[in-house]
């Protein structure tokens, strides 16, 4: 059983950073992605990496994604934080790269990112 264990969700101000780790317990994927959802909406994809990063257009230029094979950890960095990007976010893993949720077989909990104006 793959465990993902996410943290560095919490309340930030606009225009400050916050930076989200994922770590998978076991095995090597190719593939890991962060998602988030509000309440009352889909989960949404946020940013992906495989041997490169992707990006949903709405962060690109103030997120960044990378990864560290020898720890089997994901990261998110959250610049230029803005009010709409509150959400539960979300780490996911898999063997086939995608932008959407059905993509991915495990996934970690989800850590709450409040952006104050």
């Known amino acids: 059983q793959v465990q993902l264990e996410v943290s560095g969700g919490g309340l930030v101000q606009a225009g400050g950073s916050l930076r989200l780790s994922c770590a998978a317990s076991?095995?090597?994927?190719?593939?890991m992605a962060w998602f988030r959802q509000v309440p009352g909406k889909e989960r949404e994809f946020v940013a992906g990496?495989?041997?490169?990063?992707y990006y949903a257009d709405s962060v690109k230029g103030r997120f960044t994604i990378s990864r560290d094979g020898n720890k089997n950890t994901v990261y998110l960095q959250m610049d230029s934080l803005k009010p709409e990007v509150t959400a539960a976010y979300y780490c996911?893993?898999?063997?086939?790269?995608?932008?959407?949720?059905?993509?991915?077989?495990?996934w970690g909990q989800g850590t709450q990112v409040t952006v104050s104006s």
């Open positions: 996911a893993v898999g063997l086939v790269a995608g932008r959407t949720s059905s993509a991915y077989d495990y």
């Open positions: 990496i495989r041997w490169t990063a």
């Open positions: 076991a095995r090597t994927f190719s593939n």
